[in-house]
């Protein structure tokens, strides 16, 4: 999952059925402040992810 904005820094989390934090990222590197996270989920379910706007 990518998020990108050129207006703000971004960030994702993702999360198990269970609310556990799988993976998160704030900035992609230190002159990029988008987000990225690759992951395969390790169960079914429903998950869920979180972005938002870092201050």
């Known amino acids: 999952m990518t998020v990108e904005s050129s207006d703000f820094d971004t960030y994702v989390a993702i999360f198990d059925p269970q609310g556990k934090l799988l993976a ?32």
């Open 24 to 55: 998160e990222n704030d900035d992609i590197s230190k002159s990029n402040s988008n987000s990225a996270v690759t992951l395969t989920l390790p169960a079914s379910g429903t998950h869920l992810s979180r972005t938002c706007q870092r201050l």
